[in-house]
């Protein structure tokens, strides 16, 4: 399974980004997908992740604002983020797990990585 994240970008307090996860070597029917991300000096924390049947999962502090879903046509996972806040800048990874029909909430629990996409938001 290879996973390309792309999207990243700069944008003011306020606004929003849609980040992509294209999938490939699997549909996203057997896997479940979720977002990571890196802030400087921090570790790497769980955002959100879609299982291979739909069913979503969200960090607390990005619950309300932020939105994971699949296009199984594309084979690729979304991550609408909303009301961007300056902590929200990090590196976002998006990961891939073959146990596709459980929430996957913690690193250890991906077998596949895409390269970051940064997101910067500037306050």
């Known amino acids: 399974v290879q996973l390309q994240a792309f999207g990243g970008g700069l944008v003011q307090a306020g606004g929003s980004l849609r980040l992509s996860c294209a999938a490939s070597g699997r549909t996203l029917s057997f896997l479940a997908v979720g977002w990571f991300r890196e802030a400087p000096g921090k570790e790497r924390e769980f955002v959100a992740c879609v299982t291979g049947g739909g069913r979503t999962s969200y960090a607390g502090s990005m619950k309300g604002r932020f939105t994971i879903s699949a296009d199984v046509a594309e084979n690729t996972v979304y991550l609408q983020m909303n009301s961007l806040k300056s902590e929200d800048t990090a590196i976002y990874y998006c990961?891939?797990?073959?146990?596709?029909?459980?929430?996957?909430?913690?690193?250890?629990?991906?077998?596949?990585w895409g390269q970051g996409t940064v997101v910067t938001v500037s306050s």
């Open positions: 990961a891939a797990s073959p146990y596709y029909a459980n929430f996957q909430t913690t690193r250890e629990e991906y077998h596949f």
